[in-house]
């Protein structure tokens, strides 16, 4: 195994020594062979704001000058409050909590774990609620709960017989894979929003906590917005069964599609929100799940609280790097930015690509577009070169982002897949 490796628990076949990063600044990451590769994928949506912002540098020096660590459940600080209260003020008042986690896949266990303990809090407790719901394909990371409630074959199923939870799953939102011929998208939403109500009988309403959904699907899916009316007729069936909805931003939240949660755009507000990446934009790692006043109210009565505590909960220095990323965001009027560049790019990958013979689709909201690869455009059989073009974009000084839908193998295995979508995400800064 060569030095390069160490860092990896299984042998890499990629060339890894040549992808060796030594700076970063801007858009612009620079190979230890002197290369600039532009990241035009953000890593994987994460750098909302870019590499190497001198403003987050110092806010968080200026945070560990203060305090570099103080237990989460004893203590807080300053920056971990103004950061929870940002985010709660964002939704403009939509949201009443929120809690600072580490990484997108703890946030949605996080999501989960409360979810559950919300039906024993309230009165009178459903104990009976322990089920959740998620769409086919879909990915919410990779700890053991987040993994069960998503539906990547390739990464999941070795680990099906450790799985604790009991998930039921229904289509995802896809109109260009899914929608019939001569179906309206009122009809296609009737459709989705029927199946979701049979899986809510056929588990027995009284058995299910929760829905779990992105609502502009991110690496599964390829960029996939719900279409209009999906997510106000989701809401309403889990209503109808009262059940929560959960909504994964880990991806497309934070600015990533345009505004800043995601949910702004159709106005449909869940009951519990998670958001990740582009929330610190990488500097350190951190993640939050947000909740609304039905959620919250239930533990703020009698002596309940919510069952969960981490050592790096709320940790200062990555409140301090997001608490300065958003206001970057917003000082630099970064969402504006994302919509203009992100119309601007539309208008490019449909004028130069869109006639491709081997592009079947061309989707996504914001700075977020996925394009789909198929073998024809009339059949849309599925094609493979996902990996290949990711390969000759890394060579013309892009970052690779390649992903295979659920259509395509369903993710079937990890190793020597080839995709079928690729990804395109820069960082908001982008001119
Ligand atoms: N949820 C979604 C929608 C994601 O895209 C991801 C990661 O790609 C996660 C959750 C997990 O986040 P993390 O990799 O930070 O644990």
């Not at 858009?27 to 532009?38: A, D, E, S, V």
């Not at 946030?107 to 559950?116: D, P």
């Not at 609502?215 to 719900?226: D, E, H, R, Y």
């Amino acid at each position: 195994m060569s030095v390069t490796q160490t860092a990896y628990l299984y042998k890499h076949t990629s060339p890894f020594e040549s992808r060796t990063i030594v700076a970063a600044s801007g858009i612009w990451l620079t190979l230890r062979n002197g290369q600039k590769i532009l990241d035009a994928t953000s890593g994987a949506a994460v750098s909302s704001i870019g590499h190497g912002d001198a403003r987050v540098k110092e806010a968080v020096v200026s945070q560990l000058d203060e305090i570099a660590y103080c237990h989460p459940g004893f203590y807080q600080t300053i920056c971990a409050q103004d950061l929870a209260t940002f985010l709660v003020n964002s939704t403009h008042g939509k949201m009443a909590r929120a809690l600072l986690t580490g990484s997108g896949s703890e946030a949605v266990e996080t999501a989960m774990k409360l979810a559950r303990q919300y039906f024993l809090e309230v009165s009178p407790p459903q104990p009976t609620r322990c089920r959740f719901i998620s769409r086919q394909g879909s990915w919410h990371g990779c700890t053991i709960a987040a993994l069960s409630v998503g539906d990547f074959k390739g990464r999941k199923t070795m680990y099906d017989p450790i799985f604790p939870i009991n998930v039921g799953r229904v289509s995802a939102c896809s109109p260009y894979r899914e929608l019939r011929k001569g179906e309206t998208t009122e009809e296609y939403v009737a459709r989705l929003a029927q199946e979701l109500d049979n899986k809510f009988r056929e588990l027995g309403p009284e058995t299910v906590c929760a829905f779990i959904i992105e609502p502009v699907s991110g690496s599964a899916l390829g960029c996939t917005p719900a279409v209009p009316g999906y997510l106000e007729a989701m809401k309403a069936v889990c209503d109808r069964y009262g059940a929560l909805l959960i909504f994964d931003e880990v991806m497309c939240g934070m600015g990533r599609t345009g505004t800043l949660h995601a949910w702004e755009y159709d106005g449909v507000v869940p009951d519990i929100e998670v958001v990740g990446k582009s929330l610190g934009s990488g500097y350190i790692p951190i993640s939050a799940v947000l909740a609304t006043e039905r959620v919250i109210s239930v533990f703020n009565s009698g002596t309940k609280y919510f069952a969960h505590g981490q050592t790096y909960q709320s940790h200062p220095a990555a409140c301090a790097a997001a608490l300065e990323v958003q206001r970057i965001i917003q000082e630099d009027n970064l969402l504006e930015r994302v919509r203009t560049m992100g119309s601007y790019l539309e208008h490019l990958l449909k004028r130069q690509l869109g006639d491709h013979p081997h592009v079947g689709d061309i989707r996504g909201r914001g700075l977020f577009w996925a394009i789909e690869f198929v073998a024809d455009k009339a059949t849309k059989a599925p094609f493979e070169p996902a990996l290949k073009v990711a390969t000759k974009m890394h060579e013309k000084g892009m970052t690779r982002g390649y992903d295979i839908s659920l259509f395509h193998a369903n993710g079937s295995a990890d190793n020597g897949w080839a995709g079928d979508h690729i990804l395109l995400a820069p960082p908001y800064i982008v001119q």
